[in-house]
Protein backbone atom coordinates (compact mmCIF):
# COMPACT_ATOMS: atom_id res chain seq x y z
CA UNK A 1 0.00 0.00 0.00
CA UNK A 2 2.98 2.33 0.67
CA UNK A 3 3.93 2.61 -3.31
CA UNK A 4 0.06 2.83 -4.13
CA UNK A 5 -0.27 5.46 -1.98
CA UNK A 6 2.65 7.72 -3.28
CA UNK A 7 1.19 6.92 -6.66
CA UNK A 8 -2.06 8.02 -5.84
CA UNK A 9 -0.27 11.17 -4.03
CA UNK A 10 1.76 12.40 -7.03
CA UNK A 11 -1.13 11.90 -9.12
CA UNK A 12 -3.49 14.42 -7.01
CA UNK A 13 -0.43 16.70 -7.23
CA UNK A 14 -0.71 16.24 -11.13
CA UNK A 15 -4.28 16.54 -11.60
CA UNK A 16 -4.33 19.93 -8.82
CA UNK A 17 -2.58 21.79 -11.05
CA UNK A 18 -5.72 22.72 -13.16
CA UNK A 19 -6.64 24.17 -10.32
CA UNK A 20 -4.15 26.41 -8.78
CA UNK A 21 -3.61 29.79 -9.66
CA UNK A 22 -0.67 31.24 -11.11
CA UNK A 23 0.53 33.19 -14.43
CA UNK A 24 -0.79 31.28 -17.69
CA UNK A 25 0.25 34.16 -20.00
CA UNK A 26 -1.57 33.50 -23.37
CA UNK A 27 -2.65 29.75 -22.51
CA UNK A 28 -6.46 30.97 -22.62
CA UNK A 29 -8.33 28.02 -21.92
CA UNK A 30 -6.20 27.71 -18.42
CA UNK A 31 -6.70 31.90 -17.92
CA UNK A 32 -10.76 31.43 -18.75
CA UNK A 33 -10.72 27.92 -16.58
CA UNK A 34 -9.05 29.98 -13.03
CA UNK A 35 -11.69 33.18 -13.96
CA UNK A 36 -14.49 30.41 -13.42
CA UNK A 37 -13.05 28.78 -10.52
CA UNK A 38 -12.67 32.86 -8.82
CA UNK A 39 -16.52 33.57 -9.54
CA UNK A 40 -17.26 30.31 -7.64
CA UNK A 41 -15.56 30.36 -4.51
CA UNK A 42 -12.50 27.46 -5.96
CA UNK A 43 -15.03 25.46 -6.60
CA UNK A 44 -14.64 23.23 -10.11
CA UNK A 45 -18.73 23.48 -11.38
CA UNK A 46 -18.07 22.26 -14.79
CA UNK A 47 -18.41 18.79 -14.66
CA UNK A 48 -15.71 17.01 -16.16
CA UNK A 49 -13.16 13.82 -16.63
CA UNK A 50 -10.54 15.49 -14.84
CA UNK A 51 -12.45 16.32 -11.87
CA UNK A 52 -13.87 12.60 -11.73
CA UNK A 53 -10.34 11.32 -11.87
CA UNK A 54 -9.39 13.62 -8.92
CA UNK A 55 -12.17 12.38 -6.70
CA UNK A 56 -11.29 8.46 -7.51
CA UNK A 57 -7.59 9.17 -6.94
CA UNK A 58 -8.26 11.13 -3.63
CA UNK A 59 -10.83 7.87 -2.57
CA UNK A 60 -8.43 4.89 -3.74
CA UNK A 61 -5.39 7.14 -1.25
CA UNK A 62 -8.35 7.21 1.53
CA UNK A 63 -8.56 3.39 1.02
CA UNK A 64 -5.09 2.92 0.95
CA UNK A 65 -4.23 5.20 4.14
CA UNK A 66 -6.65 3.15 6.29
CA UNK A 67 -4.77 -0.39 5.33
CA UNK A 68 -3.20 -2.05 8.11
CA UNK A 69 0.35 -1.13 6.93
CA UNK A 70 0.26 2.46 6.77
CA UNK A 71 -2.78 3.17 9.35
CA UNK A 72 -3.59 6.65 8.81
CA UNK A 73 -6.97 7.82 9.45
CA UNK A 74 -6.89 11.54 9.87
CA UNK A 75 -5.52 11.38 6.08
CA UNK A 76 -7.87 9.69 5.10
CA UNK A 77 -10.56 11.90 6.79
CA UNK A 78 -8.82 14.70 4.74
CA UNK A 79 -8.90 13.07 1.60
CA UNK A 80 -12.60 11.63 2.11
CA UNK A 81 -13.94 15.20 3.12
CA UNK A 82 -11.82 17.31 0.03
CA UNK A 83 -13.84 14.69 -2.32
CA UNK A 84 -17.42 15.74 -0.81
CA UNK A 85 -16.40 19.00 -1.04
CA UNK A 86 -15.40 18.97 -4.39
CA UNK A 87 -18.55 17.12 -5.15
CA UNK A 88 -21.28 18.92 -3.52
CA UNK A 89 -21.99 21.58 -6.37
CA UNK A 90 -22.97 18.35 -8.48
CA UNK A 91 -24.68 16.32 -6.39
CA UNK A 92 -27.46 18.99 -4.50
CA UNK A 93 -29.88 18.48 -6.60
CA UNK A 94 -31.02 16.61 -10.47
CA UNK A 95 -30.41 19.01 -13.07
CA UNK A 96 -28.82 21.76 -11.37
CA UNK A 97 -24.99 22.97 -9.98
CA UNK A 98 -24.39 25.23 -7.67
CA UNK A 99 -22.32 28.01 -8.55
CA UNK A 100 -21.66 31.66 -7.74
CA UNK A 101 -19.94 32.95 -4.38
CA UNK A 102 -21.04 30.71 -1.29
CA UNK A 103 -22.70 28.46 -3.97
CA UNK A 104 -25.64 30.30 -3.82
CA UNK A 105 -26.31 30.43 -7.33
CA UNK A 106 -28.18 27.70 -9.61
CA UNK A 107 -27.43 26.58 -12.83
CA UNK A 108 -30.58 24.57 -13.96
CA UNK A 109 -29.02 23.07 -17.61
CA UNK A 110 -27.26 19.95 -16.38
CA UNK A 111 -27.60 16.54 -17.60
CA UNK A 112 -29.14 14.12 -15.32
CA UNK A 113 -26.39 11.79 -15.42
CA UNK A 114 -24.16 14.29 -13.96
CA UNK A 115 -26.06 13.87 -10.69
CA UNK A 116 -26.19 10.33 -10.99
CA UNK A 117 -22.45 10.28 -11.53
CA UNK A 118 -22.00 12.65 -8.29
CA UNK A 119 -24.04 10.67 -5.94
CA UNK A 120 -22.19 7.62 -6.97
CA UNK A 121 -18.96 8.94 -5.62
CA UNK A 122 -20.20 10.82 -3.04
CA UNK A 123 -21.88 7.25 -1.77
CA UNK A 124 -18.10 5.99 -2.04
CA UNK A 125 -16.96 9.42 -0.20
CA UNK A 126 -19.09 8.64 2.62
CA UNK A 127 -18.22 4.94 2.43
CA UNK A 128 -14.39 5.82 3.01
CA UNK A 129 -14.65 8.60 5.63
CA UNK A 130 -17.13 6.74 7.85
CA UNK A 131 -14.53 3.64 7.71
CA UNK A 132 -11.66 6.47 8.61
CA UNK A 133 -14.20 7.44 11.60
CA UNK A 134 -14.52 4.06 13.34
CA UNK A 135 -11.02 3.45 13.09
CA UNK A 136 -10.97 6.55 15.22
CA UNK A 137 -13.11 5.48 17.55
CA UNK A 138 -15.66 8.39 16.37
CA UNK A 139 -18.74 5.68 16.28
CA UNK A 140 -21.54 8.48 16.54
CA UNK A 141 -20.01 10.21 13.11
CA UNK A 142 -19.21 6.75 11.84
CA UNK A 143 -23.20 5.88 11.98
CA UNK A 144 -24.35 9.15 10.49
CA UNK A 145 -21.73 9.14 7.82
CA UNK A 146 -22.76 5.65 7.03
CA UNK A 147 -26.80 6.87 6.49
CA UNK A 148 -25.67 9.52 4.33
CA UNK A 149 -23.87 7.00 2.11
CA UNK A 150 -27.17 4.47 2.07
CA UNK A 151 -28.73 7.70 1.28
CA UNK A 152 -26.59 8.59 -1.80
CA UNK A 153 -26.18 5.85 -2.87
CA UNK A 154 -30.32 5.07 -3.46
CA UNK A 155 -30.01 8.85 -5.06
CA UNK A 156 -27.66 7.45 -7.69
CA UNK A 157 -29.74 4.59 -8.51
CA UNK A 158 -27.79 2.23 -6.97
CA UNK A 159 -28.48 -0.74 -4.68
CA UNK A 160 -26.79 -0.13 -1.44
CA UNK A 161 -24.13 -2.95 -1.26
CA UNK A 162 -23.98 -4.89 1.77
CA UNK A 163 -20.64 -4.30 2.58
CA UNK A 164 -21.91 -0.53 3.64
CA UNK A 165 -24.96 -2.24 6.03
CA UNK A 166 -21.79 -4.00 7.50
CA UNK A 167 -20.43 -1.26 7.93
CA UNK A 168 -23.41 0.25 9.82
CA UNK A 169 -23.59 -2.22 12.12
CA UNK A 170 -20.25 -2.44 13.11
CA UNK A 171 -19.88 1.09 14.07
CA UNK A 172 -23.87 0.48 16.22
CA UNK A 173 -21.60 -2.33 17.93
CA UNK A 174 -18.46 -0.72 18.80
CA UNK A 175 -20.78 2.33 19.72
CA UNK A 176 -22.69 0.34 21.74
CA UNK A 177 -19.56 -1.20 23.72
CA UNK A 178 -17.83 2.06 23.92
CA UNK A 179 -21.30 3.23 25.96
CA UNK A 180 -21.46 -0.03 28.05
CA UNK A 181 -17.53 0.62 28.52
CA UNK A 182 -18.39 4.19 29.92
CA UNK A 183 -21.28 3.02 31.87
CA UNK A 184 -19.26 1.11 33.80
CA UNK A 185 -16.70 3.23 34.09
CA UNK A 186 -18.75 5.91 35.81
CA UNK A 187 -20.63 3.23 37.87
CA UNK A 188 -16.92 2.23 39.46
CA UNK A 189 -15.93 5.86 39.81
CA UNK A 190 -19.42 6.46 41.78
CA UNK A 191 -18.94 3.93 44.03
CA UNK A 192 -15.40 4.37 44.95
CA UNK A 193 -16.13 8.14 45.60
CA UNK A 194 -19.52 6.87 47.88
CA UNK A 195 -17.09 4.43 49.26
CA UNK A 196 -14.88 7.21 50.82
CA UNK A 197 -17.42 9.15 51.89
CA UNK A 198 -18.94 6.49 54.00
CA UNK A 199 -15.14 5.44 55.48
CA UNK A 200 -14.52 9.68 56.25
CA UNK A 201 -18.13 9.89 58.02
CA UNK A 202 -17.53 6.75 60.44
CA UNK A 203 -14.09 7.44 60.56
CA UNK A 204 -15.44 10.87 61.78
CA UNK A 205 -18.16 9.29 64.33
CA UNK A 206 -15.29 7.13 66.12
CA UNK A 207 -13.17 10.02 66.85
Known amino acids: ?69 IDDAKGAVAQANQSLKELKPFATEKGVVLTGKKLAKKRTDEPLITYNEAKALQAKAYFRLGSAQIAMQEYDDAVRTFEHCVESTKEAGMTVDAAVMRKINEAKRYRKEKKERQRKKFKFMFSSSKSEDCSREESGVND
Not at 41 to 53: A, D, I, P, Q, T
Open 1 to 69: PFLAATRYDKAINYCSVAYLEFPVGTVDFLAEHQYVMSKNSGYECRWNELLKLLVMIRLNLAMCYLKEE
